[in-house]
């Protein structure tokens, strides 16, 4: 790995993967916590009417994307606020129709050569220098907002109503986690693509969540866990030629099944135990 970072390319794409680490950490841990996983999802898909808006008008990339992506998530997080029984369903069409609307104009992009499957499955080892400067900004951003609002975000996660109780401006709160799910949801998927962001997003925050206590601590090991998936999959893939994003994902998910499996077994050990305890002390009273 070490002999690839002499290649200014490989340079570029670490720094993006350890900034999109920490921002899935982050984030991964408040889509979880508060169930927004399908929503995030139809973010992603969404975004991609904004990458061939941006290519059609000849704008920047991530700024077009970012554009279209934070409009598509506005539209959802109010509709699941006002129609929640209807929400999946207006979800799923904004979803359909914002990648409908990507494909339609890439198609009269004139002079359109770029390879559809770097957006779908990430291009990390093609991003420049100025998207890492812009994806820095974001980070920062999302730094900031999150330690700024920490507490408020705890109080929405876990009992809403407590939250509004004490002032919470919950509605607003939510708006702008969405927000900013949006413009992370578009960095990412630089590195992994518009299909496996929500993996990226999710695993490391699922696996974390039954080993911590505290959301900050889940946030942090989160972060950690994407690092080592990154790091793993950038390496597998300059090793053996593979596709970059779809190499990081396919860590996560033997780390995650690895989990599983020790999980299933630890709980097996635990009931067993407990029904040993319980004959023990049955046999013990008789």
């Known amino acids: 790995m070490l002999e690839a970072l002499q290649f200014e390319f490989m340079r570029n794409a670490l720094m993006a993967g350890l900034m999109a680490s920490l921002i899935c ?18 973010i992603a898909h969404a975004a991609y009417g904004g990458i061939g808006l941006s290519f059609f008008m000849g704008w920047s990339f991530l700024a077009g994307t970012m554009g279209f992506a934070l409009v598509a998530a506005f539209i959802m997080a109010a509709v699941t606020l006002k129609a929640k029984h209807r929400a999946d369903t207006i979800i799923g069409v904004t979803w359909a129709v914002g990648m409908a609307v990507g494909i339609v104009l890439l198609d009269l992009t004139p002079g359109y050569h770029v390879d559809l499957m770097s957006y779908l499955f990430g291009s990390i080892l093609t991003v420049p220098a100025t998207d890492l400067l812009i994806m820095l900004a974001v980070g920062l951003m999302v730094f900031t907002v999150v330690g700024y609002f920490y507490k408020d975000f705890i109080a929405m996660a876990y009992d809403e109503e407590f939250a509004k109780a004490r002032g919470v401006p919950v509605r607003g709160l939510y708006f702008l986690l969405i927000g900013i799910l949006a413009l992370s949801i578009v960095m990412i998927i630089q590195v992994v693509g518009l299909i496996l962001v929500i993996a990226m997003l999710t695993i490391a925050p699922y696996m974390v969540e039954k080993y911590t206590k505290s959301m900050l ?28 994003g779809a190499a990081i994902i396919l860590v996560a998910g033997t780390v995650f099944a690895l989990d599983f499996v020790y999980q299933s077994v630890a709980a097996k050990k635990s009931r067993k135990m407990t029904q040993q305890s319980v004959m023990e002390k049955t046999k013990s009273h008789v």
């Open 25 to 42: 950490g982050i984030m991964g841990t408040l889509v979880v916590v508060n169930r927004v996983v399908f929503l995030s999802g139809g």
């Open 217 to 244: 601590a889940m946030m942090l090991w989160s972060g950690i866990l994407n690092i080592s998936f990154t790091l793993c999959g950038l390496w597998l893939a300059f090793r053996f030629n593979l596709t970059s």
